[in-house]
């Protein structure tokens, strides 16, 4: 007995699975031309274990999606932290930053911080303030949030709602 492949099971972007229509033609007619009730059981119950299998290996491979310091590569997108020198072929950190061993990703820090390779954390130096990966000067303010996260307010300036630095006279 001839069963159906599971080739056409594909993933659409709502990370929904779906048959071909091609392949459900080819599923009924394999459960058509069975002539029992066993062998009709003994179709669909390989074609749910395919199923299954092809969806265990697809997640696998889903989780996989981009490679690490260290691993060959192509292009700068194939790199979780997108460098991928053509001299090499092999993801790395980008100049100016630092390679956390921990979890194998990079890390910019302030020029004025130190980078702890124990904790993957940036340092001040004493005076300044930690402020997300910048160092403020004692007469700066760290703002928090905002889109590329926290960033120290120049001295005169006020941290506006939605975490950028007012720029306008201490206006938001």
């Known amino acids: 007995m001839n069963l159906p492949s599971l080739d056409g099971v594909r993933e659409d972007t709502s990370e929904e699975w779906v048959m071909s229509n091609e392949k459900l033609d080819e599923l009924s007619r394999a459960l058509a031309a069975t002539?029992?009730?066993?062998?009709?059981?003994?179709?669909?119950?390989?074609?749910?274990?395919?199923?299954?299998?092809?969806?265990?290996?697809?997640?696998?491979?889903?989780a996989a999606r981009c490679r690490r310091v260290g691993q060959p590569c192509r292009a700068n997108f194939e790199c979780c932290?997108?460098?991928?020198?053509?001299?090499?072929?092999?993801?790395?950190?980008?100049?100016?930053?630092?390679?956390?061993?921990?979890?194998?990703?990079?890390?910019?820090?302030?020029?004025?911080?130190?980078?702890?390779?124990?904790?993957?954390?940036c340092v001040c130096p004493q005076g300044t303030t930690?402020?997300?990966?910048?160092?403020?000067?004692?007469?700066?303010?760290?703002?928090?949030?905002?889109?590329?996260?926290?960033?120290?307010c120049p001295p005169g300036e006020i941290c506006c709602p939605g975490g950028f630095c007012s720029y306008y006279g201490g206006q938001c």
Do not use: H, W
């Open 35 to 62: 002539s029992s009730r066993r062998q009709a059981l003994k179709v669909l119950a390989a074609t749910a274990a395919g199923g299954m299998l092809s969806l265990v290996g697809a997640r696998e491979a889903g």
């Open 81 to 121: 932290d997108f460098f991928c020198p053509p001299d090499t072929g092999r993801c790395a950190c980008r100049p100016g930053e630092n390679l956390c061993q921990k979890t194998r990703r990079c890390i910019r820090c302030d020029p004025e911080a130190t980078f702890d390779p124990e904790t993957c954390q």
């Open 130 to 152: 930690q402020c997300g990966t910048e160092c403020c000067s004692g007469d700066e303010e760290c703002c928090p949030g905002g889109y590329y996260g926290p960033t120290c």
